[in-house]
């Protein structure tokens, strides 16, 4: 896939923000302004694509025949994949891009645009080489999450409908009232939160960090914030290691704030605002 090349000015971005660094109260705040400004430009983009994506999936729904079998429905459902996951990918990929100017040094970033430019569109920087390798290995995962739940709300509707005609009204209730809003929102804003920090990770391992170097989670200290992310406020594990605790909802671990790689319960990275910084 072809690289997405921001411009060096785009949110704003400043040299002095840097996720990597003994950063001052001050500069976190600006930090966190920035990623902020990253995160909501793709999320309201992601949003758009994700509730196009469920539309598809409502039109072939209604589409088809008066005596559908389930796994026809199935299908129906699982044939919009391929949407997903040029959206899951698009998203991560400029996410990744736009992350880039914040962990590497001011004069690298626009070398590695420059020789970009000179290059097929085919050539990629080993960050992105990582990024999208971890979006292989993961992206499948997540849209079989999406659409498992998608399902289990469909099957209620198909199991407890008495026509064709009732189970049409009721999935476009389903998908208007609920899918394509509500899901589509929490959908978007959880996942390009993880993924600022996701190809944060990632950027920075393709630099080979130091092997003393650490990751220090930074919550957003408002009210709406989790408890268990409010204790884990300022804590700081070696950069190859995961932040572990024992919530309400179980033992977790997490390699960055909202990864669900290794099986955090969803109350843990739902809607998760925060975000973490390195020191090296």
Known sequence: MASYKPSMKAYQFSPEIKAVGNLSPY??????????LIRNKHERTMRYNLRTAFNRQLKNLIALDDDPTFYEISDAVLSVNPMFER???????RMADDIYPMVETTAKVKSAWQSLEHKSDESLLYYQVLVQQWIEDNCARNIAGINATTMEQI?????????????????????????????????????????????????????????????????????????????????????DDKWTWTGKYGYVQMDCPGDSTHGAPPAEFINCRCYFTVHV
């Open 27 to 36: 500069k976190q705040r600006l930090l966190h302004r920035q990623i902020e």
């Open 87 to 93: 959206i899951y990918t698009t998203m991560y990929t």
């Open 155 to 239: 099957q209620k509707a198909y199991m407890s409908s008495e026509s064709m005609v009732q189970f049409r009204d009721d999935i476009t209730d389903i998908f208007n009232n609920n899918i394509k809003t509500y899901r589509a929102n929490a959908i978007a804003r959880t996942e390009t939160a993880c993924a600022s920090n996701r190809t944060e990770l990632v950027t920075i391992e393709s630099m080979d960090p130091p092997k003393d170097t650490v990751k220090e989670w930074q919550a957003t200290t408002d009210s709406l914030t989790r408890e268990t992310h409010m204790h884990l406020n300022g804590r700081q594990v070696p950069f």
